[in-house]
């Protein structure tokens, strides 16, 4: 789901990153308004380096092979961290890996971090519900790693089949695309069971983790 650079029209690349950098205005502005931001930079580094090396670890299905994101993890214990640990999450995956680009870092940003903050919204409306009854903190955490996934793969068909050049085929590049879209059911369901089992880890051994 990571945009590579030169696949894209320069005025959608530019677009991109001036709705990034809005979001990421925001996120920093909801950030300053807290008074444990200190408390949160240790938890936010490891999972940027956790969402970091997800990129690196592939899983084979069928017509494609796909990778663990993670962002409904982020979204579900950063809250308004999510989006600037996955800017820095793509990058040093764009510069190390080449997994995504430079140009599209800003469309990618959108396609992982919107996803993210709603996740974050998910997760913490089960406090609305339950409390910190442990079913419901995994099901809201199921929700959330499934949610930020699946959306995050519906906005990155949208993207890709919006901007396709005149030039290329388009039944087969969107027989190409739906493919990759189906392989990735799977991983929205996986996606969701591991932010389930974490969420709900976390809450028996350091709940403060996850209700921070």
Do not use: C
């Not at 017509?63 to 600037?84: D, I, K, R, T």
């Amino acid at each position: 789901m990571h945009i590579p650079d030169g696949m894209l029209p320069p005025q959608v690349a530019i677009a991109g990153y001036a709705i990034s950098g809005g979001v990421m205005a925001w996120s920093l502005k909801q950030i300053e308004r807290s008074d444990r931001t200190q408390e949160q930079i240790p938890k936010a580094s490891l999972l940027t380096a956790a969402f970091f090396v997800s990129s690196s670890l592939h899983i084979p299905i069928p017509p494609a092979s796909v990778h663990l994101v993670l962002n409904g993890l982020l979204g579900a214990m950063l809250g308004y961290y999510a989006f600037p640990a996955i800017v820095i999450g793509l990058f040093f995956q764009a510069v190390m890996f080449q997994h995504g680009g430079l140009s599209t870092l800003g469309v990618n940003a959108i396609l992982m971090g919107l996803p993210a903050l709603l996740a974050g919204y998910i997760f913490r409306s089960r406090l609305s519900f339950s409390g910190n009854n442990r079913p419901w903190t995994g099901l809201f955490g199921f929700l959330s790693g499934s949610t930020a996934v699946g959306l995050s793969a519906t906005l990155f068909l949208s993207v890709v089949l919006l901007t396709l050049p005149a030039d290329i085929d388009p039944n087969l590049e969107q027989a190409s695309l739906w493919g990759l879209m189906f392989a990735h059911l799977p991983l929205v369901i996986l996606e969701g069971l591991f932010t389930a089992m974490v969420v709900i880890f976390l809450e028996r051994v350091k709940p403060e983790l996850i209700n921070g």
